[in-house]
């Protein structure tokens, strides 16, 4: 099962993307320590939930990342572990 991020539009253009399979909810952050926007380290910061409980996000392992690819395979391999 592949996860297909899409950006999100938010009003100070942050960049988040988001993927969905029904039962997990994946968010990747840009996120700096300085400046406007998400604060935190500096690189892109992944993180997931269930979809149907309302739990707080929990960070993927290796955030933060290099590179919008490494977070992208970080959340698909958590996702194969998800649902094995």
């Not at 993927?60 to 290099?66: K, L």
């Amino acid at each position: 099962m592949a996860l297909h991020f899409s950006r999100i539009d938010t009003p100070d253009n942050l960049e988040i993307w988001s993927a969905n399979t029904g039962d997990f909810s994946f968010v990747i952050s840009n996120e700096s320590r300085t400046g406007s926007g998400l604060h935190g380290q500096l690189g892109l910061v992944a993180s997931w939930r269930p979809v149907n409980l309302n739990k707080p996000a929990v960070r993927v392992d290796g955030s933060p990342f290099d590179t919008f690819a490494e977070a992208e395979e970080a959340c698909e391999a958590l996702l194969r572990h998800l649902t094995e």
